[in-house]
């Protein structure tokens, strides 16, 4: 059994926000909490369906007090979310097992990095409460009460090995108050008797009775998708097969009010917690009274997806992740992965996988929310046998790609001779092929704070690098943008756990997200400039703000933080034909955990990423820390 006791729910102790600065007046400090919460309520609802849909969400005002509430007290920000129950019982049709996959693994991610972009505006941070209602509902599709307990004990182990530190799991005794040490064995042997003393507690006769006139819009589109479940889940029940069409249809319709009267009296159960939630769902409704969200994100804007215990996960060829029912999946075009000896995903087939013929056997991580990492199978091979020309055409759509468990990574001459096969090396006038990044340890303002211990800007490499471009017809000189296209790293050593990150930005996930009412079409006219000072003096103007990738044709944005977090070089940006709110927006954006990965090396790492899709920077360190990289430029 999975210890669990860093993630299961514990009584909050509520803090009375103290005022430190005694000249703030109390009206002060309101508004300052109204600001708090409104920033916060405003990133919650970027995660919703209705937002992505309309631009708006209706549940802005019904959640306003209760997240002003947990500022004022300073308290984290509460969220819950009833889902998590088990597989569907169809994995033949719907799902791969019964046990989670990679759909659960990207959606506690997901709910886990709502709560660091809310950190990243409120000290206190943000939880989410997962509550399952798998024994709510598990008798009436004939799910064993043991493959609830086993997915449940699966799903919070995805968590503490993902060190997901925001989320927290309610089983349904905690929200009935049931006294006890609540063991496998004793979760299987009382399970009917919790699900008994819900209905007791909680059932409403009077809209089992009545159920058509007493349900909602909402309620309504939620017996809709139990209809269309049923229709799948039961396809292969001994029972139901066992039944006539008519009796079948009858069957559905019954089980359908069934889960309804007792999605009712779960739903009273919440309510009558004494914790004040902003409520999340995986339903679709019209907002008002919750937040609907996909937990995992797909490619079209406000499409709400499957969720992951009705359905399996696609990974393409651009990057991009889809959820789709077993049986829609074309095995000619796609592989079922395997991991840890369970199926995990289906992905899109392309020799860039096949390292076999390369005599290189390899499995791929998919990251969240971008990345790959690539280890050898067994032992620890030469670097000399990765292919690097798929490594190459990986990183359009995968950076960053993380080369793990090779031996030869730190050998110099190995790795220059490497960068080679990636492409055309670029000689730098400063350092020549290879730069060794590290913590210099000066402190004068004109040194480079790339061989600092610093945070930097979020950027891309080669901002400062021109070329002249000749007109042929008039032979005009312009000068001209050149960065590099890729960037190659080895890891020589490491900063102390917990700092000395590398982030990553995709555009794909930047444009994907981006607020109302910005769009790719508006962003692509803009251009921009930057006044720099110290070791980087210069001054740019008309820098394009989107550029196009040169293989994929996808938009890309060039971007170059603004930064003055420093003892070294600043930079101050302005925006030459759009609005200057543009730039908060494009800051946020790019550290957005739905799109920023934060990597955390290992010693021997290989990394390559695409500099025109991406942009990178680095969390702070240590001074005195031997943190060092090894970085080569190539096109």
Not at 541 to 561: F, S, Y
């Amino acid at each position: 059994m999975v210890d669990n006791k860093a993630n299961e729910v514990t009584p909050v102790q509520v803090v009375t926000a103290e005022i430190s600065d005694l000249s703030v007046s109390e009206d002060e400090v309101t508004n300052q909490h109204d600001a708090i919460a409104t920033k916060v309520l405003r990133i919650i609802e970027q995660y919703g369906l209705n937002y992505e849909r309309t631009g708006a969400w209706d549940g802005f005002e019904t959640f306003l007090p209760i997240v002003l509430g947990h500022v004022t007290r300073g308290e984290s920000i509460k969220m819950l979310l009833p889902g998590f129950p088990f597989k569907s019982p169809n994995s033949r049709d719907k799902v791969l097992s019964n046990l989670p996959d990679l759909g659960e693994e990207l959606a506690l991610k997901h709910l886990n990095g709502l709560c660091e972009n809310i950190k990243a505006v409120y000290e206190h941070g943000a939880e989410v409460h997962i509550t399952s209602d798998g024994l709510v509902y598990n008798d009436l599709l004939g799910v064993p009460t043991e493959d609830v307990w086993n997915f449940g004990e699966a799903v919070r182990q995805i968590t503490v090995q993902n060190d997901l530190h925001h989320l927290s799991f309610l089983r349904l005794w905690d929200l009935l108050g049931t006294p006890g040490t609540w063991s496998r064995e004793h979760y299987l042997a009382n399970a009917s008797n919790i699900r008994q003393e819900l209905l007791t507690r909680f059932g409403d006769p009077e809209f089992e009775a009545d159920m058509a006139n007493k349900s909602t819009g909402d309620m309504q589109m939620t017996y809709t998708k139990y209809l269309e479940f049923l229709r799948s889940d039961l396809l292969l029940n001994k029972k139901w097969l066992a039944q006539s069409p008519e009796e079948q249809a009858v069957t559905i319709s019954e089980t359908a009010k069934a889960m309804m009267a007792r999605w009712k009296a779960f739903s009273a159960a919440l309510a009558a917690h004494p914790t004040e939630y902003v409520r999340l769902s995986i339903h679709d409704s019209g907002g008002k009274d919750k937040l609907s969200m996909a937990l995992i994100p797909q490619k079209q804007r406000g499409a709400l997806g499957a969720t992951p215990w009705h359905s399996v996960v696609v990974a393409e060829l651009d990057g991009s992740y889809r959820s789709v029912q077993r049986h829609t999946v074309d095995l000619e075009k796609y592989e079922l992965i395997h991991k840890n000896s369970r199926p995990y995903f289906f992905r899109a087939k392309s020799e860039l996988f096949d390292w076999s013929t390369d005599e290189c056997e390899v499995t791929f991580e998919h990251l969240y929310p971008t990345g790959l990492i690539i280890r050898p199978v067994t032992g620890s091979p030469s670097m000399t046998t990765i292919p690097m020309k798929k490594v190459r055409t990986l990183t359009n759509t995968f950076s960053p790609i993380v080369l793990r468990g090779f031996s030869n990574t730190t050998e110099k001459e190995t790795f220059i001779k490497s960068a080679t096969e990636l492409g055309e090396v670029l000689v730098w006038p400063q350092y020549g092929v290879m730069a060794v990044v590290k913590d210099a340890g000066k402190d004068d303002k004109n040194a480079n704070n790339v061989t600092s211990n610093e945070a930097m800007p979020m950027h891309f490499d080669g901002i400062f690098k021109y070329k002249d471009v000749t007109d042929p017809h008039t032979g005009q000189v312009t000068r001209v943008l050149n960065p590099p296209g890729y960037q190659y790293f080895t890891c020589i050593a490491t900063a102390p756990k917990g700092s000395g990150y590398t982030l990553f930005t995709p555009s794909r996930l930047f444009f994907r997200y981006l607020p109302d009412p910005w769009t790719v079409e508006r962003l692509e006219p803009v251009t921009w400039g930057t006044h720099n000072t110290g070791f980087w003096k210069q001054d740019q103007e008309k820098l394009k703000l989107v550029v196009r990738h040169p293989a994929t044709g996808e938009p890309c944005l060039r971007w170059h933080e603004p930064w003055n977090k420093t003892k070294y070089s600043t930079c101050d940006v302005f925006l030459e034909n759009e609005d200057q709110s543009l730039i908060d927006m494009i800051n946020a954006g790019v550290y957005d955990w739905r799109s920023c990965l934060r990597f955390s090396w290992e010693q021997g790492d290989l990394l390559c990423s695409d500099n025109t899709a991406m942009l990178h920077t680095r969390s702070a360190y240590e001074s005195d820390c031997d943190r060092e990289m090894w970085r080569i430029h190539f096109d």
